[in-house]
């Protein structure tokens, strides 16, 4: 059968059939896991649930409950100090990946080009290519903690792409961006006539300093579609809900496209997020749990000899595997069936990262601990084997 | 509170070595810390939360709640009775509490005829007490912030990218 060409063209890859290996072996610690563990605050639930009891089972307005929006404006007034218009600025997405994708549709011609910064979550070069853009790699180094490089960056610029997708705090590295570092790379992308695609679904697990929006950078507000979400911060990733935030114009295209093909996010869910809304308490708590997890992981990694770089924000750590003398995708498959514990091979985010893997911490302590323990064990073999 | 004790509250089990690498200390200064804790009478004991409807030799045993209104002393308050309460070996837990009744204790006995003994033999007849109301526990659904039940296990995917 003929399929589109760009479907076709996405590439599936040794990483799915590892990915299926793991979903169908038993009692495996996986940390190769993208959610948090906890399940959603009760009080979030219990709104669900409410909000079934009392009927709540009929379409919304295409761009989200008119109190979800508000609220959501309130809220990013009061955290970032950033200000939408709830009526014309903000549209309630079917969770970010979502909005990346009517981003991308949106703002995309033909071949126009599209900066993604290396490693990359899988959905970015995907959305681009199927709006049929075409994919500028920014790539990161280890070596430079993997910060954006201003000098690959600029060369990039040159090539008058249309727009470029950031991710912070990120995945699949958990670095992010201080507000001074946020000010240096404005200034250098605002002199080229570009679209910043802000994907921000970790912002509140920010854990050294506190989390900058880009759109709140003086000036950058018109040329940022801001992608945020309760998936992550509130463990709802189920609920699949997100939000794209930006100006009118855009925001207006992103919802004619919405209007067509998800005509709205669920409402259950949007009755659910405005509770998420009204308190971080039980964010906070998850955070500080994260953080415990985060500094014990590191400090076990780098002890093994598997130099991992401290994650800023979100759940990931980015370990270098070069002390292990094989390829991530060997790496992960050989741990998988010697110790059954899973870890998400680098090349997944890019086929620069053969020598990485993706350890994520949103695992209960114990669990990290017994994995730390097996993953010593597999290295020792290893070292003995050669 | 540091964030030692909330660590400790939580899993008194915790190896010195998990606690420094989490809380980014050395081993040493927790141990310290934690010594210092002990003397200041800070953490009083480390004990272990046992699902008792799992065992059969406890199940029998009952606990009751009893409301006790008393009358305060010249000079002593309520310390002096609660004093004279709360050393009684079935008292497990004794609050001063404020509204219709004073103190609220938590009574272990073997079986229902021993805790009712207990009421009308030792806690009744004090000169201070002028009633009590006994409430016996018929099942326990949370205690310090567990649950008895294990909810069923999650279903998250494991692995994704």
């Given amino acids: 059968m003929k399929l589109n060409r760009r479907v076709n063209n996405l590439a599936p890859s040794g990483i799915r059939k590892f990915f299926d290996l793991v979903l169908g072996m038993k009692e495996v610690i996986s940390l190769g896991v993208g959610e948090p563990d906890f399940v959603t605050p009760w009080k979030i639930r219990e709104k669900a649930i409410f909000a079934l009891e009392e009927g709540y089972t009929s379409y919304t307005s295409n761009k989200g409950l008119l109190s979800l929006r508000r609220a959501l404006s309130r809220f990013l007034k009061r955290k970032y100090n950033l200000v939408y218009n709830p009526e014309k600025e903000i549209l309630i997405t079917a969770g970010v990946s979502e909005g990346l994708d009517l981003a991308c549709r949106v703002l995309l011609e033909e071949r126009e080009r599209a900066i993604v910064s290396y490693p990359a979550y899988v959905a970015y070069p995907a959305v681009v290519s199927l709006a049929g853009g075409e994919i500028l790699p920014l790539f990161c180094s ?84 801001y992608l945020g979400g309760f998936s992550k911060n509130f463990a709802m990733t189920g609920f699949r809900l997100g939000f794209a935030c930006g100006p009118e114009e855009i925001i207006s295209a992103m919802t004619k496209i919405h209007s067509f093909t998800m005509l709205c996010a669920p409402i259950v869910s949007q009755i659910a997020a405005s509770e998420a809304l009204v308190s971080e308490t039980e964010a906070h708590l998850m955070v500080r749990e994260y953080r415990r997890r985060r500094d014990f992981i590191v400090k076990s990694l780098n002890e093994l000899g598997l130099t991992t770089p401290m994650p800023q924000g979100a759940f990931y750590c980015f370990s270098s595997i070069k002390a292990a003398r094989m390829e991530s995708l060997e790496f992960a498959s050989r741990l998988l069936y010697q110790k059954k514990v899973a870890v998400v091979p680098g090349e997944a985010f890019g086929a620069e990262y053969k020598n990485f893997v993706r350890i994520s911490f949103a695992s209960p302590l114990e669990e990290l601990k017994t994995a730390i323990s097996r993953i010593k064990d597999f290295l020792a073999a290893a070292n003995k084997s050669r | 509170m540091d964030e030692l004790l909330e660590l400790l509250e939580n899993n008194a089990r915790i190896s010195l070595e998990d606690l420094a690498k989490v809380t980014g200390r050395s081993q040493k200064e927790v141990a310290s810390r934690i010594k210092k804790y002990e003397k200041k009478g800070i953490i009083l004991k480390y004990k272990t939360l046992i699902n008792k409807n799992k065992l059969r030799e406890e199940k029998d045993k009952v606990l009751a709640l009893i409301e006790v209104k008393i009358t305060p002393q010249k000079d002593l308050g309520f310390d002096y009775i609660a004093e004279r309460i709360y050393k009684f070996e079935e008292v497990k837990t004794c609050y001063l509490v404020s509204g219709t009744f004073d103190l609220l204790l938590v009574v272990e006995g073997k079986d229902i005829q021993t805790v009712a003994n207990f009421v009308a033999e030792k806690l009744a007849p004090l000169n201070s007490v002028r009633g009590t109301t006994t409430h016996f526990l018929l099942k326990k659904y949370k205690e310090d912030g567990v649950i008895f039940e294990k909810t069923k296990g999650k279903r998250r995917l494991s692995i994704a990218y």
Avoid at chain 1, 155 to 181: A, D, E
């Fill in chain 1, 142 to 225: 280890d070596k430079d903690n993997f910060q954006i490089d201003m000098e690959q960056l600029e060369k990039l610029l040159v090539q008058r792409p249309k727009l470029i997708i950031l991710n912070y705090p990120n995945n699949p590295t958990g670095i992010s961006f201080t507000r001074p570092q946020l000010r240096e790379l404005w200034s250098l992308l605002r002199r080229s006539d570009i679209y910043i695609v802000s994907d921000e679904i970790y912002d509140l697990i920010s854990y050294d300093f506190p989390h900058t929006p880009f759109a709140s950078l003086r000036g950058a507000k018109k040329h940022t579609i």
